[in-house]
T-cell receptor, first 113, second 118 residues
Framework: QKEVEQDPGPLSVPEGAIVSLNCTYSNSAFQYFMWYRQYSRKGPELLMYTYSSGNKEDGRFTAQVDKSSKYISLFIRDSQPSDSATYLC?????????????FGQGTILTVHP | GAVVSQHPSRVICKSGTSVKIECRSLDFQATTMFWYRQFPKQSLMLMATSNEGSKATYEQGVEKDKFLINHASLTLSTLTVTSAHPEDSSFYICSARDRKGLYNSPLHFGNGTRLTVT
């Protein structure tokens, strides 16, 4: 079993839709959770960064973390064609991980006009 | 802020040659840089952790003699793929963390290097 599971999609939605992206994980030591967006042939770009359980909102993006269920989500409101990309969840924890990130497989999202 | 520059963005080389990839933090100092490899439609796989002034730490299964990492300064890390073979063709991405940040603060990524070995 992978430490981080993410549905690779692909996910296709119409412009303006609310998008829900999710990851589950098995390592209870994970405490820091991130969402990255990656356009084709580019490096990942940080979208959201959260610590422990709870919600965080930034513009059209909302990140949720439920540590009891080992489940994190990213919601995109009023989705735009420019949101079409691969979305990667990532997480890290304490102990000997020294801040190394463990990534999900990534979900390919297409927002069509 | 927090810009990571990676060069070259694309390189094609012949089998048996070596290729050097540079990763620079432009507006911050990075004690630690990470090198990842990504195959098409797959996630990022950590290859090694590069620490300024010390030897890199390689992940299991990554050949340290094949993927040479040098982190000579707080703003530059290099990855050299030695005696490259077609199976080394991949997308290599570096990332860095601001030394002023917590050890679990987010990583900032370069734009990657597409390596093709013919």
């Amino acid at each position: 079993q992978k430490e981080v599971e993410q549905d690779p999609g692909p996910l296709s939605v119409p412009e303006g839709a609310i998008v829900s992206l999710n990851c589950t994980y098995s390592n209870s030591a994970f405490q820091y959770f991130m969402w990255y967006r990656q356009y084709s042939r580019k490096g990942p770009e940080l979208l959201m960064y959260t610590y422990s359980s709870g919600n965080k909102e930034d513009g059209r993006f909302t990140a949720q973390v439920d540590k009891s269920s080992k489940y994190i989500s990213l919601f995109i409101r009023d989705s735009q064609p420019s949101d079409s990309a691969t979305y990667l969840c990532a997480m890290s924890g304490g102990g000997t991980s020294y801040g190394k990130l463990t990534f999900g497989q990534g979900t390919i999202l297409t927002v069509h006009p | 802020g927090a810009v990571v520059s990676q060069h070259p963005s694309r390189v094609i080389c012949k089998s048996g040659t070596s290729v050097k990839i540079e990763c620079r933090s432009l507006d911050f100092q990075a004690t630690t840089m990470f090198w990842y490899r990504q195959f098409p439609k797959q996630s990022l796989m950590l290859m090694a952790t590069s620490n300024e002034g010390s030897k890199a730490t390689y992940e299991q299964g990554v050949e340290k003699d094949k993927f040479l990492i040098n982190h000579a300064s707080l703003t530059l890390s290099t990855l050299t793929v030695t005696s490259a073979h077609p199976e080394d063709s991949s997308f290599y991405i570096c990332s860095a963390r601001d030394r002023k940040g917590l050890y679990n603060s987010p990583l900032h990524f370069g734009n990657g290097t597409r390596l093709t070995v013919t």
